[in-house]
């Protein structure tokens, strides 16, 4: 398996080192043949290319069984016609990874606030509020006059189609539960669209059960009740706030592994930001990154057949359990490791599985 791996900016190359670790190491126990092929992004890019992200790596990716990127200071980049384009929209637009899904759950033997539970919000990513994404050319958002600014928001029935789909497929395979979080009480005509799209798609899955929610009284109720909730469908923007929200009550935005998947090419990518905050301090959580490369395996996998990667993807987040429960995490999750040994510690479960799984003699 060939894997093109994208550093990024801020945290991004730490958290992008202890995850190709874990990734040599479980390729190495379960024989996954894995190549990493590293190249700039962000930052680094525009420095030594004068773009934050180069057509070439559009080529490489596509012809890779997958895509590691870091976060990258997204905020930073201002202008595509100097260079500056949002490497995260660039490859969900240009691979079409319509689905974001993003699972969110509590560990056993650590402390929460908020009860345990397993949810996966699954966020619409290619059109909405998104004004880098919406359009086929120029921006989805217009300065009418220095004090007059508008921002479109598209929905289209194909899209919400697709993403109400794989909702569906994902709640069949889990406790068969979907919630459809909207705003149709406002946004009649395109949240509308969105919530009549989504309960006529979950018709054609017998034994599903299927609610809607208003996006503002989910804050609450998944602040309330987070276990009553199995898989979230949402539009890009409400399903990245949302996201955001059950990474964190699931203990740290460091923890939230989530996948870009579309037709033909996923992408693994931290829930999070650059966290220039904290950024070359070896304080980053490298979970989520190292979370989203398992599903990254396991999507592989699923799709070639390859058992040994759902497999290796199983270990992976056998072996983040188990440093959680063992407290060989980051500071942000209660523990006192920084974001190199938090990786070696994955690492070591991984090794030490392995070692305990081998029949002696
Ligand atoms: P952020 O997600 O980077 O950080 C929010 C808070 O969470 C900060 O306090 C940070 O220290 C903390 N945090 C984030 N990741 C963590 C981790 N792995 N471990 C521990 N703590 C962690 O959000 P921000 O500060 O608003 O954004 C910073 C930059 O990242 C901006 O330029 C923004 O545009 C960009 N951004 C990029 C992506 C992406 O590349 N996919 C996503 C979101 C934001």
């Given at each position: 398996m060939r894997i093109v791996v994208l550093p990024g900016d801020g945290i991004g190359p730490e958290i992008t080192a202890a995850t190709s670790a874990v990734l040599r190491a479980a390729s190495e126990r379960f024989q996954l043949n894995i190549n990493l092929e590293d190249h700039a992004v962000g930052h680094a890019s525009l420095e030594m290319f004068?773009?934050?992200?180069?057509?070439e790596l559009l080529d490489a990716v596509k012809s890779a069984d997958g895509l590691i990127l870091g976060p990258t200071a997204?905020?930073?980049?201002?202008?595509e016609a100097r260079g500056e384009i949002n490497p995260s929209k660039y490859f969900r637009k240009n691979l079409d990874l319509f689905a974001n899904v993003r699972p969110a759950r509590t560990y056993p033997g650590r402390p929460n606030r908020f009860g345990a539970f397993d949810l996966v919000v699954v966020r619409e990513n290619t059109e909405g509020f998104y004004a880098d994404r919406n359009?086929?050319?120029?921006?989805?958002?217009?300065?009418?006059?220095?004090?007059v600014a508008i921002s479109l928001r598209r929905i289209t029935k194909t899209c919400c189609d697709r993403i109400a789909h794989a909702s569906c497929k994902l709640a069949m395979k889990r406790r068969k539960r979907l919630t459809i979080v909207h705003k149709a009480n406002v946004l009649k005509i395109g949240d509308g669209m969105f919530l009549d799209v989504c309960r006529e798609a979950a018709r054609s899955y017998p034994g599903l059960a299927v609610d809607d929610v208003l996006v503002d009284a989910m804050m609450a109720h998944v602040v309330r009740q987070?276990?009553?909730?199995?898989v979230i469908v949402a539009t890009n923007m409400f399903g990245d706030i949302l996201s955001d929200l059950t990474a964190e009550l699931s203990g740290s935005l460091g923890l939230g592994g989530p996948l870009d998947v579309g037709p033909l090419h996923a992408m693994a990518q931290a829930a999070h930001g650059s966290a220039p905050d904290i950024?070359?301090?070896?304080?980053?959580?490298p979970i989520s990154l190292i979370l989203s490369m398992a599903l990254l395996l396991a999507w592989h996998g699923e799709r070639t057949g390859g058992l040994r990667f759902e497999a290796a993807a199983s270990a992976i987040e056998h072996a983040v359990g188990a440093a959680m429960r063992q407290g060989r995490v980051t500071r942000d999750v209660g523990g006192e490791l920084g974001t190199a040994a938090a990786g070696r510690a994955i690492v070591e479960i991984l090794q030490s599985d392995a070692a305990s799984a081998t029949p002696s003699g």
């Open positions: 004068g773009t934050t992200v180069r057509p997204t905020f930073d980049f201002k202008e359009m086929e050319q120029g921006s989805g958002e217009i300065l009418v006059t220095p004090d987070p276990e009553r909730f199995d950024a070359g301090k070896d304080v980053a959580n």
